[in-house]
C-alpha cells in the first residue's frame, strides 16, 4: 500500500517570496509522482508529474519539483510566487506497473495563501 | 471541451433520503473514479471503474453505489444520506487505469446532509 504525507496545511507567504511545499511518500514498489493544483471552488489540475528519466519537473507557470528516491520526497517549489498562485496543492503517488488498476492516493494537501 | 461534467454543483439532503450524482467525461476514457474530499484528509477513492459494466470499491465505499453501463457515465448513488456523508465530491476520469495517466476532475458537487 502506498501513502503520502504532506506535513504543511497552511503555507502563507509574501508575494515574490519563494515557496516551498513539502511532500514525503511511502511505497514498497516504484511510484509515479503528481501534484495537483485546486483553484477556490474548482476541480483539480495536474501542475506537474514525474514518471521516469531527469529527477527534476517543471510546470509551464514556474513552478519545480524533485524526485529523492533516498529520502523517498517529491517537494515543489517557486522561486517567485504571485497572488494568483493561492490555492491548494495535493500531492499524489500511483504505482508504477501494468495488469490491475493502478489508484492514485492523494495527500491531505496545502493551502498556499500568497500576501500582498 | 466539455472534459468531466458533474451535476449538481450543490446539494441539502435530509437524513434518509436518497440520491444520485451525475458524472460524464466526453474523452472516450477507459477509467473513472469518485473522490470525497473532506478538510484536513484530502481526497479519498469512494468506487471506481475501469471500463463499461466493470465497477469495483475504494477505500470509503460503505453508503454509496455506482454502476457503469456506458464509457461515458459513472452515477453515484447514496442510497440512505448520513451527515457523515456532507462532503464535496469529485469525479475524475483517466484515459487508461495504468498509474502514469494523467487525471482530469469534475467541479465538484457540494453535498450537505442535515
Known amino acids: 500500500a502506498q501513502s503520502v504525507t504532506q506535513l504543511d496545511s497552511q503555507v502563507p507567504v509574501f508575494e515574490e517570496a519563494p515557496v516551498e511545499l513539502r511532500c514525503n511518500y511511502s511505497s514498497s514498489v516504484s511510484v509515479y509522482l503528481f501534484w495537483y493544483v485546486q483553484y477556490p471552488n474548482q476541480g483539480l489540475q495536474l501542475l506537474l508529474k514525474y514518471l521516469s528519466g531527469s529527477t527534476l519537473v517543471e510546470s509551464i507557470n514556474g513552478f519545480e519539483a524533485e524526485f529523492n528516491k533516498s529520502q523517498t520526497s517529491f517537494h515543489l517549489r517557486k522561486p517567485s510566487v504571485h497572488i494568483s498562485d493561492t490555492a491548494e496543492y495535493f500531492c499524489a503517488v500511483s504505482e508504477v506497473g501494468s495488469g490491475s488498476a493502478r489508484q492514485l492516493t492523494f495527500g491531505s494537501g496545502t493551502q498556499l495563501t500568497v500576501l500582498p | 471541451n466539455a472534459g468531466v461534467t458533474q451535476t449538481p454543483k450543490f446539494q441539502v439532503l435530509k437524513t434518509g433520503q436518497s440520491m444520485t450524482l451525475q458524472c460524464a467525461q466526453d474523452?472516450?476514457?477507459?477509467?473513472m473514479s469518485w473522490y470525497r474530499q473532506d478538510p484536513g484528509m484530502g481526497l479519498r477513492l469512494i468506487h471506481y471503474?475501469?471500463?463499461?459494466?466493470?465497477?469495483d470499491q475504494g477505500e470509503v465505499p460503505n453508503g454509496y453505489n455506482v454502476s457503469r453501463s456506458t464509457t461515458e457515465d459513472f452515477p453515484l448513488r447514496l442510497l440512505s444520506a448520513a451527515p457523515s456523508q456532507t462532503s464535496v465530491y469529485f469525479c475524475?476520469?483517466?484515459?487508461?487505469?495504468?498509474?502514469?495517466?494523467?487525471?482530469?476532475f469534475g467541479q465538484g458537487t457540494r453535498l450537505t446532509v442535515v
Open positions: 475524475a476520469s483517466r484515459r487508461t487505469s495504468q498509474g502514469h495517466t494523467e487525471a482530469f
Open positions: 474523452m472516450n476514457h477507459e477509467y
Open positions: 471503474s475501469v471500463g463499461a459494466g466493470i465497477t
